[in-house]
């Protein structure tokens, strides 16, 4: 079985390296939904919402790459992490426990290790955006398009909009009856998936549209430690969403989306290995101050693939506290997650329109992993349940005038419930014994409950005094209220002894308060130089509210903060970016060029950084003083006299640092170093070509080359681990009926199995002052899918 898998593998690498490489820097608009509406395309014209209403992308002042549904499918991305090589400058990483998932874009993102706050950049599905960045991990299907948004977009999205934002609109109902069905099988990670959806018109007035996808992965990685249950991790995904468009009358249309997604895997811990450090060996773990040294068991080899994580065993994790179940010891991952939104569009008048949208985002995960990422018995422990309810309401008026002047006004409520838990092995003090209240093996159970509530208002007012300029001036007022509890149902009985002096059992905080409101200006003008090309300049003011920290343990920290009655130093301030940018959109050639190019410089003040001492096993939460990004991107799209080529290329040069002083959690400063995860060059070239080869046959090969330059992965010392630059290769070979009945395909994603890293962190319970192993957070390796593809 293993030759064989191996020989058809090799041959698929084979033919996928013959056909070429490249990647798309725009959308390929041939799917018949861009937006939500019956009618396919009928140009390759590109419609975005970046300004809340239908757009031209070459008429929007905004950098936009927009990945339309066909170049989705045909290239097998599903996942956001996907998204990374066709966007200079946007960097997925996925992780195990808090947030469980980081996105940044031009080198401003946030922590994947902490849930204490929201991501830099949003992400929007179908006008709603959430807050959870663990829907990374489950990835989408079925979708239309997806815009990726770069620089402050808080007038238009809200609050956690201050780097970007990544907009993900799903396919709609269509106006006849059709059914497509497809399925494929990835070689490399032995993995399987089935699409399918049904679409069409239940009456004049009703249209629908139902879509579901199985994925199943048998060997997502290799766990090399001894006598797991599962040496072979693998996941599972369920999606499934249901669409109903009522259309009454011209004047009135209602749209009603329901999504389910479940993701199953053994463990949450992703793709992370332990790279071995300057001293080059594999260091031990030392627990309980060095009273107990467990031999790493790793090797140095951090880019094979090869992860050692091991299960529980005794004396740890072996019983989870009172009301928590552990799985007998085993990593495991659930997740469900349903996400409703209705949205309305009403004609009060011919000039003047109301759109009502309305969300409910229901997040809940419970998982397991152990976060030593070596040794034996399971150091390092982290059993977790998150619960995230979200309710969302927003209410726009807008005018469509012919004359010169037009404005959109609306409001925005947002209530949101976190419940952040987890019992935890940091000190691993079962190692002496077991509770002798509980016979728990834990070191604790905490929780922590947070509720938000966000109010906003918002206006702009689009002026065309001349036929060749636009100006648009906007803002957002945003008032947000946190307030946070802790409760800590379980401590360990000797760590709340005296000798340890750790929070007791049963114990239970006041009310943390946070509040503040912030305005938000973004003011444009564009001047259009001809029919076909534009300049545009904007000044833009971002914000994403400050919280309170649901990192801290139950320790003698959080005792002394206790004691004195003091929880400030557990509330973070908020995160504002202020700046500008200007560019062109042009389309050439009679539309067969499109170049677009922009400038910006952006100040982020007050940046939201979670950092890890790898000794004490502690978060720790802050504000970054200032950092600044400032750089340019440049995309081309020409559309080749060769029938069917179309050559695209995209470059983006970043300059991102520390301007302010920062202290780091190692008492270092930071002020003058870049910025993680920062590359200075970064971009793509592509290839995308579809030619008749008979009356009934049409054939297309596409490609990509994706290249990053080097940046930090953490933002700790002058001296973080560097990821070097890099390439890494993408391409697909298309065999169709002409009538688009069937598709056979064969796909290569990351052909050269190159393996980079996307963040990096002290490897937990290091010696102090001797240990220097980090976890890096890295990417999936190759994935080659054929697939087979029929439509009705």
């Known amino acids: 079985?293993?030759?064989?898998?191996?020989?058809?593998?090799?041959?698929?690498?084979?033919?996928?390296?013959?056909?070429?490489?490249?990647?798309?820097?725009?959308?390929?608009?041939?799917?018949?939904?861009?937006?939500?509406?019956?009618?396919?395309?009928?140009?390759?014209?590109?419609?975005?919402?970046?300004?809340?209403?239908?757009?031209?992308?070459?008429?929007?002042?905004?950098?936009?790459?927009?990945?339309?549904?066909?170049?989705?499918?045909?290239?097998?991305?599903?996942k956001p992490e996907a998204l990374a090589a066709r966007v200079p400058t946007l960097n997925i990483a996925v992780g195990g426990s808090g947030s469980g998932g980081q996105l940044s874009l031009r080198g401003i993102g946030s922590s994947n290790v902490s849930a204490a706050f929201d991501s830099a950049v949003a992400l929007d599905f179908d006008g709603i955006v959430v807050s959870s960045m663990r829907l990374v991990q489950s990835g989408f299907f079925d979708v239309a398009q997806i815009d990726i948004l770069k620089g402050p977009q808080s007038l238009y999205f809200g609050k956690s909009a201050t780097a970007g934002v990544v907009s993900i609109r799903s396919a709609g109902p269509t106006s006849s009856l059709e059914a497509s069905l497809r399925g494929s099988y990835e070689f490399e990670e032995k993995g399987y998936t089935v699409e399918g959806y049904v679409s069409g018109p239940i009456s004049d007035t009703l249209g629908f549209r139902i879509a579901g996808r199985y994925n199943k992965i048998d060997d997502l990685y290799f766990n090399a430690a001894p006598n797991v249950v599962h040496p072979h991790r693998g996941e599972k995904n369920i999606n499934l969403r249901g669409t109903l468009e009522w259309k009454p009358s011209a004047d009135f249309t209602l749209n009603l989306k329901a999504n389910y997604v479940g993701h199953n895997n053994n463990g949450e811990i992703r793709h992370t290995q332990v790279f071995c450090g300057p001293n080059g060996v594999a260091d031990n773990l030392f627990v309980l101050g060095g009273a107990v040294v467990i031999p790493a068991g790793y090797d140095c080899n951090s880019f094979d693939n090869v992860f050692w994580l091991p299960d529980s065993a005794v004396p740890l994790g072996r019983k989870a506290p009172p009301g928590m179940d552990n799985n007998g010891g085993v990593p495991f991952n659930d997740t469900d997650t349903f996400l409703i939104r209705a949205k309305a569009d009403i004609a009060l008048r011919d000039n003047l329109s109301l759109t009502l949208v309305t969300g409910y985002f229901d997040f809940q995960s419970r998982g397991q992993d152990f976060y030593a990422y070596g040794g034996t018995s399971g150091i390092g422990t982290d059993l977790n349940r998150n619960r995230n309810k979200q309710f969302s309401q927003e209410i726009r008026f807008a005018s469509d005038n012919e004359g010169p002047?037009?404005?959109?006004?609306?409001?925005?409520?947002?209530?949101?419930?976190?419940?952040?838990?987890?019992?935890?092995?940091?000190?691993?003090?079962?190692f002496l014994a077991a509770d002798p209240i509980t016979g728990s093996t834990f070191d604790w159970r905490r929780q922590h409950y947070t509720k938000t509530d966000a109010y906003s208002v918002f206006g702009n007012v689009l002026?065309?005094?001349?036929?060749?300029?636009?100006?648009?001036?906007?803002?957002?007022?945003?008032?947000?209220?946190?307030?946070?509890?802790?409760?800590?149902?379980?401590?360990?009985?000797?760590?709340?002894?005296?000798?340890?002096?750790?929070?007791?059992?049963?114990?239970?905080?006041?009310?943390?308060?946070?509040?503040?409101?912030?305005?938000?200006?973004?003011?444009?003008?564009?001047?259009?130089?001809?029919?076909?090309?534009?300049?545009?300049?904007?000044?833009?003011?971002?914000?994403?509210?400050?919280?309170?920290?649901?990192?801290?343990?139950?320790?003698?920290?959080?005792?002394?903060?206790?004691?004195?009655?003091?929880?400030?130093?557990?509330?973070?301030?908020?995160?504002?970016?202020?700046?500008?940018?200007?560019?062109?959109?042009?389309?050439?050639?009679?539309?067969?060029?499109?170049?677009?190019?922009?400038?910006?410089?952006?100040?982020?003040?007050?940046?939201?950084?979670?950092?890890?001492?790898?000794?004490?096993?502690?978060?720790?939460?802050?504000?970054?003083?200032?950092?600044r990004s400032r750089g340019g991107d440049l995309e081309l799209r020409w559309k080749a006299p060769t029938d069917g080529l179309t050559l695209s290329a995209a470059v983006a040069y970043t300059d991102a640092e520390f301007t302010e002083t920062f202290i780091s959690n190692a008492g270092i400063d930071l002020k003058g170093r870049?910025?993680?995860?920062?590359?200075?060059?970064?971009?793509?070239?592509?290839?995308?070509?579809?030619?008749?080869?008979?009356?009934?046959?049409?054939?297309?090969?596409?490609?990509?080359?994706?290249?990053?330059?080097?940046?930090?992965?953490?933002?700790?010392?002058?001296?973080?681990?560097?990821?070097?630059?890099?390439?890494?290769?993408?391409?697909?070979?298309?065999?169709?009926?002409?009538?688009?009945?069937?598709?056979?395909?064969?796909?290569g994603n990351n052909l050269t199995d190159k393996i980079y890293v996307n963040q990096a962190s002290g490897r937990p319970f290091r010696q102090a002052g001797v240990g220097d192993d980090l976890a890096l957070t890295q990417n999936r390796g190759r994935q080659v899918f054929v697939e087979f593809a029929v439509k009705y």
């Not at 037009?406 to 409520?413: A, P, Q, R, S, T």
């Not at 070979?733 to 598709?743: A, E, L, Y």
Request: charged content about 20%; glycine content about 6%.
């Open 463 to 627: 002026v065309e005094p001349t036929e060749n300029i636009e100006l648009s001036a906007g803002l957002r007022y945003t008032k947000e209220e946190k307030t946070n509890r802790i409760e800590v149902p379980y401590v360990h009985a000797i760590l709340s002894g005296p000798q340890f002096n750790f929070i007791r059992s049963g114990f239970q905080s006041p009310q943390i308060r946070f509040q503040d409101d912030n305005f938000s200006p973004e003011v444009s003008v564009k001047y259009k130089l001809s029919d076909d090309a534009q300049v545009y300049a904007s000044y833009k003011k971002g914000f994403k509210s400050g919280g309170i920290d649901n990192s801290a343990l139950p320790s003698s920290g959080l005792s002394a903060i206790v004691a004195s009655g003091d929880y400030s130093s557990l509330i973070f301030a908020s995160e504002t970016a202020e700046g500008f940018e200007v560019g062109l959109k042009s389309s050439l050639a009679q539309n067969k060029v499109r170049l677009n190019m922009s400038l910006f410089n952006y100040t982020f003040s007050g940046l939201q950084i979670q950092s890890f001492d790898p000794v004490a096993i502690q978060y720790s939460t802050s504000n970054a003083g200032q950092l």
């Open 1 to 78: 079985m293993n030759n064989n898998h191996n020989f058809l593998s090799g041959c698929a690498i084979a033919a996928l390296a013959w056909s070429g490489f490249s990647a798309p820097a725009f959308a390929q608009n041939a799917s018949e939904q861009v937006a939500e509406t019956a009618d396919p395309a009928e140009s390759d014209e590109i419609v975005v919402t970046a300004r809340r209403r239908d757009e031209a992308l070459q008429d929007v002042p905004i950098t936009i790459a927009s990945i339309g549904g066909d170049e989705l499918e045909k290239s097998q991305i599903t």
């Open 405 to 430: 002047v037009n404005w959109l006004v609306g409001g925005f409520y947002e209530r949101r419930d976190i419940l952040f838990e987890a019992a935890q092995n940091a000190v691993n003090i079962s």
């Open 674 to 747: 870049a910025a993680p995860r920062a590359p200075k060059w970064s971009g793509n070239l592509s290839f995308d070509w579809e030619i008749p080869i008979s009356d009934s046959l049409d054939f297309s090969v596409f490609g990509l080359a994706n290249y990053s330059g080097s940046y930090f992965a953490d933002a700790t010392t002058l001296n973080d681990y560097v990821q070097k630059d890099y390439v890494t290769l993408d391409a697909n070979v298309t065999i169709s009926s002409s009538n688009d009945r069937w598709r056979l395909s064969l796909v």
